[in-house]
């Protein structure tokens, strides 16, 4: 069975007998995490509104509460998804990177502020779960490009779709534990 919070469910392409869909926002009050917990293994977060990113860190606020709401539940391993352009925790990004995202992608510098944040609550204080951070390209929907894999250094611009089976993919690997990596597509 999958689990997921969508602020919109008539954007989920995918319709199946085992996916309970919950509407909701992260910034919403009502929304109760021990429900949506509850006999979870794992929890793949791919949020981002970039419009409430830009004035707050509403991920970041939402990963504070449901960290310990995995902790109540014995949800050890958490795969968060930031945009490919945040700055790794205590890490830099390429010149290249950099300059991208301070010119060509500005407009997104709340999200990444705000996933920057993100990923240094989990190094400062969620060491006790198996986080990873995927640091995604998204250039958004369509059929898949290819398949996506783990890089410390090479970047790929990925759809929604190749990016939700790498997460789901990396989840598996106990090397990925503690990392905020890249994905690049692979020629297979």
Known sequence: MVRVL??????????DAKLQV???????????????????????????????QQTANINTEFVKKLVPAMRRHGVKRFLY??????????????????????????SFEGQHRDNEAVMAYLAEEAQDLEWMVH???????????????????????????????????????????HTSDFSHYVKV
């Open 81 to 106: 998804q930031a945009g490919g352009l945040s700055t790794p925790y205590r890490g830099h990004l390429s010149r290249l990177l950099w300059t991208i995202r301070h010119t060509v992608a500005h």
């Open 6 to 15: 969508v602020r919109n469910p008539t954007k989920l392409a995918v319709q």
């Open 22 to 52: 919950q509407q909701g926002s992260i910034t919403d009050a009502t929304v109760n995490l021990d429900k949506l917990l509850e006999g979870a293994e794992f929890v793949i977060s791919m949020l981002g509104d970039r419009e409430a």
């Open 135 to 177: 640091r995604a390209g998204i250039g958004g929907d369509g059929p898949s490009k290819g398949k996506l894999q783990r890089s410390l250094t090479k970047f790929s611009i990925g759809t929604h779709r190749d990016c939700a089976a790498y997460n789901f993919r990396t989840l598996e690997e106990t090397a990925a534990i």
